[in-house]
């Protein structure tokens, strides 16, 4: 068992967390201004590049905190009020679905075509990657308390109180799960026929069941449970409904096109 103290955790004199994420920011970057020039699109200039895709992020993954919030407070049997969903922090998920909208809406206003969304959904894994590293610095996002192999003899800030206790490091397992998610989708996206693997399906149907089977791991009281669900849980069985009324709606189209051309 490893020690480790995440309060006032710094690098470089810069908190954890921001050292960590910015990391993501500057790797996914660049990975993705490679794989878009490898790809033959034409080259990424102009504000909206980044203000877009940023914004919408950063409004989405608080909009989705203040929902956790309120599922957190229904989860414990309290009235919902506005503190209960104003104080809370950012959700991943929120992040996530701000970023592919705010791409979605750089993505027509280039008039790129559908597949360049599969790019910028390839490196989403490998910030997120970096991002729970720095969740790990900076105590949040912790695992239960576990005294098995691979624990961590954890120090965070819990409840305002610091606490030490040997935990599961749910946000490295993340981490390593991200990085090798990342390395599947750029397998697929370095294939001549990447166009039809539909990778930005693939990657939210994955990582959403990842997500699903690891929040059962977590430790931390903030993300709200309901009946035994999280809030990053019940997102995970709405993408997983989504995904499949696409893949069905696909299948409808496709035989009723193949039925208009028999006839």
């Excluded at 004199?13 to 020039?37: D, H, R």
């Excluded at 990657?129 to 192999?149: Q, S, T, V």
């Amino acid at each position: 068992m490893c020690n480790f103290n995440t309060v006032r955790f710094s690098i470089l004199n810069i908190p954890g967390y921001l050292f960590f994420t910015g990391l993501g920011v500057i790797f996914a970057s660049c990975a993705f201004l490679y794989l878009i020039f490898k790809k033959g699109y034409p080259p990424i200039t102009g504000k909206y590049t980044w203000i877009i895709p940023a914004v919408s992020t950063a409004v989405f993954s608080r909009i989705f905190g203040c929902l956790s919030g309120i599922y957190a407070a229904i989860g414990r049997g309290e009235t919902v009020t506005l503190s209960s969903a104003w104080e809370t922090g950012i959700v991943f998920y929120g992040g996530l679905f701000g970023y592919l909208l705010g791409f979605e809406v750089y993505r027509r206003i280039k008039r790129l075509d559908r597949a360049a969304r599969d790019i910028a959904a390839t490196v989403i894994p490998l910030f997120h990657c970096f991002a729970r590293a720095g969740c790990f610095c900076a105590g949040c996002c912790y695992g239960r308390r576990w005294e098995g192999p691979l624990s961590v003899n954890y120090t965070n800030v819990s409840g305002g109180q610091i606490v030490t206790c040997p935990r599961i490091p749910v946000q490295l397992l993340e981490s390593g799960f991200d990085l090798m998610l990342f390395g599947f989708l750029l397998v697929l996206l370095l294939r001549d026929n990447w166009r039809e693997k539909h990778i930005t399906r693939l990657y939210l149907l994955l990582y959403s069941v990842w997500r699903f089977l690891i929040e059962f791991l977590r430790g931390d009281e903030l993300r709200g449970v309901i009946h035994g669900i999280s809030f990053s849980q019940s997102i995970s069985v709405l993408i997983w409904i989504g995904v499949a009324a696409v893949f069905v709606a696909e299948r409808v189209r496709r035989f009723s096109d193949r039925q208009t051309t028999i006839s």
